[in-house]
Nanobody, 129 residues
Framework: QVQTVESGGGLVQPGGSLKLSCVYE???????IGWFRQAPGKEREEIAC????????YYARSVKGRFTISRDQVKNTVYLQMNSLEPEDTAVYFC???????????????????????WGQGTQVTVAA
């Protein structure tokens, strides 16, 4: 049962920007929501996560300082603003709800089901000249 719908991807030149949207089911309104990406031939990786209360965020080192995650609880939407895009950011981007969160070594981290398989179709981001 797909719980999220991603959109906003496209083709952009290096250094450009895109804003992705993740619309989630209303029942997930207070859940942590994470963004993931999967490049060809690589494992899916978590790149950002936002708390249900919108007061905590996590960013992977590869995107920190360039990407910003935010949410609009009225619209049941989580956004990913991506700036200074690089060819290495080319991937299919997905979002998913977390089952909880915690602080590890002082850092906020979301916790996802290892067997989560309700992924949406994702949205393709291609960064190329």
């Amino acid at each position: 049962q797909v719980q999220t719908v991603e959109s906003g991807g496209g083709l952009v030149q290096p250094g450009g920007s895109l804003k992705l949207s993740c619309v989630y089911e209303s029942g997930l309104k207070y859940y942590e929501i994470g963004w993931f990406r999967q490049a060809p031939g690589k494992e899916r990786e978590e790149i950002a996560c936002i708390s249900g209360s919108d007061d905590n965020r996590y960013y992977a080192r590869s995107v920190k300082g360039r990407f910003t995650i935010s949410r609009d609880q009225v619209k049941n939407t989580v956004y990913l603003q991506m700036n200074s895009l690089e060819p290495e950011d080319t991937a299919v981007y997905f979002c998913a709800p977390a089952e909880g969160s915690s602080y590890l070594g002082g850092n906020y981290r979301c916790r996802f089901r290892p067997d989560y398989d309700d992924w949406g179709q994702g949205t393709q981001v291609t960064v190329a000249a």
